[in-house]
C-alpha cells in the first residue's frame, strides 16, 4: 500500500516508485510538511527533517519552548493569526469577530481507490480502486465545533497526487468560511523559477518564467471564469531544469471559476505553494451541519524536465479527467461556418458549405451564431434558445440538420447557455435573472449579460430549452460559448450574507448544466469556448473532451498559444482549425499547407469558406484531411515533446510519438525566412533507439538513436543564398512535417 503511517512517531509517507510525499502530526497536534519530491526510502523517522531553531522575535506556541514557532516550520496547511504571519490557506470568521483557529489531529483513514467530489464538481478520477490509494486526515477545532478534512490520493503508476479540503460545521453558532485554498506546500528553499500561462484574448497561455524572490508570485482571475489571463495553473522548476531534464513541481487547479495560485518567498528562504478558490468576494456562511469542499489540486512532480511533467498531465487528463462516450475516441474533422458567413447566412447557403465539405472528406459542420431568436447581429437573441426568423432557416433547426446529415456528414450546432442580451425575450420575461446590483449601473460585454447561474430555476430553463433543440434535430456536436466575464456579481434572491457565495455557485451551476446535458446526450461532443480560449482549464475538459483553443486563428500565432497550452493540455483537448486568409485576426496570409501542419496538433478542421476555395486548394484539403484521418489515432494517443520554442526564437519545434514509437510526426515552424544561415538541426525525442526510421522530405533513413543524439536535418535553402523561385510556400511562414516509420 502506497501510503505509510508510523503510529509512533505520527508521520504519513505517500509514495510510488517516483515520487514520496512526507508529513507528521507537530506537536501542537496540526500538520506539518516533511518531504515532497523524489522517491526516498522508507525510514523508521523522519523526524530529523522537522528543523527548530530559536529565532529572535518569532512567535512559539509552547510557553518556554523558544523553537517551536509556526512561522518557521513548514506547515501542510497552515492558518495565520497563531505564530505564522505567511497568507494562510483558510480563514474562518466567527460570531464574536475572531478568526483564530487550532485545527487539531483526530483521526485519518486510508483506503483503496479514489473519492469523487461533492456539488458535482469535476476532478480526476479512477476506473479501479487499484489504481489509486487515498488518505483522509481529520483535524478538529474543538472550541468552534468544525471539523476539516484534508484528503490526498496518490496515483500507483503515476506521479501524481491530487489534494483537497473538506469543511463540516457541527457547532450551534454560525461561522464564516473567508478563505479556502485546496492546498499549500512549503519548500525548504527558494531556488526555483516559477513557470505560468499568461496571456489575453487571442493570446492565450503565453509561457512566462521568472525567478522566485522574496514575497508574494501569483497568477489569479477575479472574473468568474478561469480566463485568458491567467491560467489555473503554476510550475515550480529549478533554475537549470529544461523541457527534457531536471526538477519540476506542477500545481493545476480542476475548477473553472475564479482562483488564486501563488508562491510566497519568506525572509528565511522557503516557499509556500497556495491554490485554491480566490478569496476576494469569497464568504461561504456555514450552519450546523453544512459541508463546504474545496476545487481538487493536481499535483506533479517531474526529475524529466518540463516535458516530463507535461506528459503526465496529458495522459492523466485525457483518461482520467476526460470521460464519456468521446473520452478514448478519434473526433471529427470539423468545418465551423463562422469566419466564412459570420451573421450573413441561410438554409441553402449553409447546405452548400456541408456539400463541399462532404466531398473534401470533412465528417461534421457546425453551425456558428446567429441561427436563433432574431439573431441579426450580437445585439439581439441570446437566451432565445429557438428559430424565429424562418427567413433565414425555413424549416428550423431539425429541418437544416436533416438537410445536412442526408448528406452523409454530421451536424452541430453553437450555444450560448449563459447569456442573455437585453433584446430578447428571454429578458423581457425575466429581467431578474441576470446578474447585476440593485441601484446600480451594468456593464455589457458584447451587448450582453450573465444569467445568474447560481439559481437552480435559471439553470433548469435553460437546460430546458437546450434540451429541447438537441431531442429535436440530429446534432451531434455542441460549441459552448461563453463570451463575456461576471461583473457587478450579485443574485437578486441570495440574502446579504449570501452574496459571498454567488461566484463559486454560478460555475457550481455551469457543472451542473453541463452534468445534466452530458447525461442526457452522451454521445453528443461538447466543445467547450469562451471568446476562444478564456476558460480552457481542467474543470471544463471533465465535461467537454475538447476546448475551442483561441479565437485566433493565424497560424503563426498559434504556434505559441498551442505551445503553451500543451504545458498542461493533451493536444486531443485542443481544438485547431485551418483559417481563411487573409486572417481574420492579423490580417496574414499563411500558406495553406502552414496553416495545416499547425491545426494537426490537435482536434483538426477548418473555418472558413469551402466554396470560395479554387479547384487546387480543394485537392489540397483533400490531402490533408487523408493524411489526419490516417496519422489521428498517433496525435490523439501518442506522446507529445515540445522541442524548440517559440518564445526563444524564429524556429519552432514540437513532435508526437506513437505509443509503440514506430510512427512520428515531427512539426517544424519558420514563422520569418533567413538568408546564408548556419546549418540546422534537432534532436528529437521519444523514438526507440534501436529501431531503423525512414524520414519524409529528408529521404533518410536513421536509427532512433541517430536521431536523438546527432538530430533530424532542418537544413534548407536558407542556409545559403535562396535561389528557387517564389512558390508562395517558400518565403516567409513555412512550415513541415516530417513523418517517421519504422521499418
Keep these: 500500500m502506497p501510503i505509510l503511517f508510523n503510529d509512533q512517531t505520527k508521520e504519513f509517507h505517500l509514495y510510488n516508485q517516483a515520487i514520496s510525499y512526507i508529513m507528521t502530526v507537530l506537536p501542537n497536534g496540526q500538520l506539518g510538511q516533511l518531504y515532497y519530491g523524489k522517491k526516498i526510502r522508507h525510514n523508521a523517522s523522519f523526524s530529523h527533517l522537522l528543523e527548530q531553531r530559536p529565532r529572535p522575535l518569532s512567535a512559539c506556541t509552547f510557553e518556554g519552548n523558544m523553537s517551536f514557532s509556526l512561522e518557521h516550520i513548514r506547515q501542510e496547511y497552515p492558518c495565520y493569526g497563531t505564530g505564522d504571519f505567511k497568507y494562510p490557506a483558510y480563514e474562518i470568521l466567527q460570531q464574536n469577530g475572531s478568526d483564530i483557529t487550532e485545527f487539531e489531529y483526530v483521526s485519518h483513514q486510508i483506503y483503496k481507490g479514489k473519492p469523487a467530489l461533492i456539488d458535482k464538481m469535476p476532478s480526476t478520477y479512477v476506473e479501479s480502486d487499484e489504481e489509486a490509494t487515498t488518505l483522509e486526515i481529520t483535524l478538529k477545532d474543538a472550541l468552534i465545533q468544525t471539523e476539516l478534512i484534508l484528503t ?13 479540503a473538506t469543511f463540516k460545521h457541527l457547532g450551534q453558532e454560525e461561522v464564516t468560511l473567508t478563505n479556502a485554498m485546496s492546498m499549500a506546500v512549503d519548500f525548504p528553499d527558494y531556488n526555483y523559477e516559477m513557470v505560468e500561462l499568461t496571456g489575453a484574448w487571442s493570446r492565450e497561455r503565453y509561457v512566462k518564467n521568472r525567478k522566485l524572490e522574496h514575497g508574494i508570485q501569483s497568477v489569479y482571475s477575479m472574473r468568474g471564469a478561469s480566463s485568458s489571463n491567467y491560467n489555473p495553473f503554476l510550475a515550480l522548476k529549478r533554475p537549470q531544469t529544461t523541457e527534457n531534464s531536471g526538477e519540476v513541481y506542477g500545481f493545476s487547479l480542476v475548477y473553472s471559476g475564479n482562483f488564486l495560485a501563488q508562491a510566497e518567498v519568506h525572509t528565511y528562504g522557503t516557499t509556500r505553494v497556495m491554490m485554491g478558490l480566490h478569496p476576494n468576494r469569497f464568504n461561504w456562511v456555514l450552519k450546523q451541519g453544512d459541508v463546504f469542499q474545496t476545487p481538487e489540486v493536481v499535483m506533479v512532480y517531474s526529475e524529466d524536465g518540463l516535458n516530463g511533467m507535461s506528459q503526465t498531465y496529458h495522459e492523466l487528463y485525457r483518461t482520467r479527467l476526460c470521460r464519456g462516450y468521446w473520452r478514448d475516441r478519434v473526433r471529427p474533422i470539423l468545418v465551423n461556418n463562422w469566419e466564412a458567413t459570420y451573421f450573413d447566412f441561410n438554409e441553402d447557403k449553409i447546405v452548400s458549405i456541408a456539400k463541399d465539405a462532404k466531398e473534401l472528406g470533412i465528417e461534421l459542420f457546425v453551425l456558428d451564431d446567429g441561427w436563433f431568436g432574431n439573431r441579426e447581429d450580437d445585439t439581439v437573441g441570446l437566451g432565445d434558445w429557438y428559430v424565429k426568423n424562418f427567413d433565414k432557416l425555413p424549416n428550423g433547426i431539425a429541418g437544416l440538420a436533416n438537410r445536412v446529415t442526408d448528406l452523409g456528414i454530421k451536424f452541430g450546432l453553437w450555444f450560448e447557455p449563459e447569456m442573455v442580451n437585453k433584446n430578447s425575450d428571454l429578458y423581457r420575461a425575466h429581467p431578474d435573472w441576470i446578474l447585476t446590483t440593485p441601484n446600480r449601473g451594468a456593464c455589457h460585454g458584447r451587448h450582453q449579460f450573465v444569467l445568474d447561474f447560481s439559481r437552480k430555476e435559471v439553470v433548469d430553463y435553460i437546460y430546458e430549452a437546450m434540451a429541447k433543440v438537441l431531442s429535436e434535430a440530429p446534432i451531434s456536436y455542441v460549441k459552448w460559448d461563453m463570451n463575456r466575464n461576471i461583473t457587478e456579481c450579485f443574485s437578486a434572491v441570495a440574502s446579504a450574507k449570501d452574496q459571498g457565495k454567488v461566484f463559486h455557485k454560478y460555475i457550481l451551476g455551469v457543472y451542473d448544466l453541463y452534468d445534466r446535458l452530458t447525461t442526457e446526450f452522451p454521445e453528443i461532443l461538447f466543445e467547450s469556448c469562451a471568446s476562444g480560449g478564456s476558460r480552457f482549464d481542467p474543470g471544463m475538459l471533465y465535461y467537454a473532451p475538447q476546448t475551442w483553443t483561441s479565437d485566433d486563428t493565424d497560424a503563426v500565432e498559434r504556434l505559441k498559444i498551442q505551445y503553451g497550452t500543451s504545458m498542461v493540455y493533451p493536444i486531443s483537448s485542443m481544438g485547431s482549425h485551418v483559417s481563411a486568409i487573409p486572417n481574420h485576426q492579423l490580417y496574414r496570409n499563411a500558406p495553406l499547407s502552414t496553416r495545416a501542419n499547425v491545426a494537426y496538433f ?43 520554442s517559440p518564445f526563444e526564437g524564429n524556429e519552432t519545434c514540437w ?44 529521404e533518410t533513413t536513421n536509427y532512433g538513436d541517430e536521431l536523438m543524439n546527432a538530430g533530424l536535418i532542418t537544413s534548407d535553402g536558407s542556409c545559403g543564398e535562396n535561389k528557387a523561385p517564389y512558390d508562395g510556400t517558400n518565403g516567409d511562414y513555412q512550415s513541415r512535417i516530417y513523418l517517421l516509420k519504422a521499418e
Aim: glycine share 6%; charged share 25%.
Design 152 to 164: 490526498y490520493t496518490i496515483y500507483e503508476n503515476r506521479p501524481v497526487i491530487t489534494r483537497h
Design 602 to 644: 490537435g482536434t483538426f478542421g477548418y473555418e472558413l469558406d469551402l466554396n470560395k476555395l479554387t479547384e487546387a486548394e480543394k485537392n489540397e484539403v483533400k490531402q490533408q484531411v487523408a493524411f489526419f484521418k490516417e496519422y489521428r489515432e498517433t496525435i490523439f494517443n501518442g506522446t507529445f515533446y515540445r522541442l524548440l
Design 655 to 698: 513532435m508526437i510519438v506513437s505509443q509503440d514509437q514506430k510512427t512520428a510526426l515531427v512539426g517544424y515552424y519558420r514563422p520569418l525566412n533567413e538568408v546564408n544561415v548556419g546549418f540546422r538541426r534537432v534532436k528529437l525525442q521519444g523514438l526507440n533507439p534501436d529501431l531503423k526510421y525512414t524520414v519524409s522530405i529528408n
